[in-house]
């Protein structure tokens, strides 16, 4: 059964920094596009950035050049590096799969304090 876990969520002040990471299990990671999606209260849950398994990036708007994302594949994680942190970046944070289909994991709460 496919595992995605993400780690590394909490609670920083306005302009820190946080590294998630997401760890999958039982499936070929190599060749998935890997991503993160974040949703906060009340809202629609948006696209953060993504990786494909060629290494090409994209990112929302909203995080270029405040995020960094990255995957090592030898050790089937991505990592999504939050510096400049923002409280509008508040939400819960999930880390996502996609080939054929998507697999999600449970979320990271991510809280950046004013």
């Known amino acids: 059964q496919v595992q995605l876990v993400e780690s590394g969520g909490g609670l920083v002040q306005s302009g820190g920094s946080l590294r998630l990471s997401c760890a999958a299990s039982d499936i070929s990671f190599s060749i998935y596009t890997m991503g993160w999606y974040r949703q906060a209260p009340g809202k629609q849950r948006e696209l953060v950035a993504k990786?494909?398994?060629?290494?090409?990036?994209n990112y929302a708007d909203s995080v270029k050049g405040r995020f960094t994302i990255s995957r090592d594949n030898a050790k089937n994680t991505v990592y999504l590096q939050m510096n400049s942190l923002k409280p509008e970046d508040t939400a819960v944070y999930y880390c996502?799969?996609?080939?054929?289909?998507?697999?999600w994991g449970q979320g990271t709460q991510v809280t950046v304090s004013s």
């Open positions: 996502y799969a996609e080939r054929a289909r998507a697999y």
């Open positions: 990786i494909t398994n060629g290494g090409s990036t």
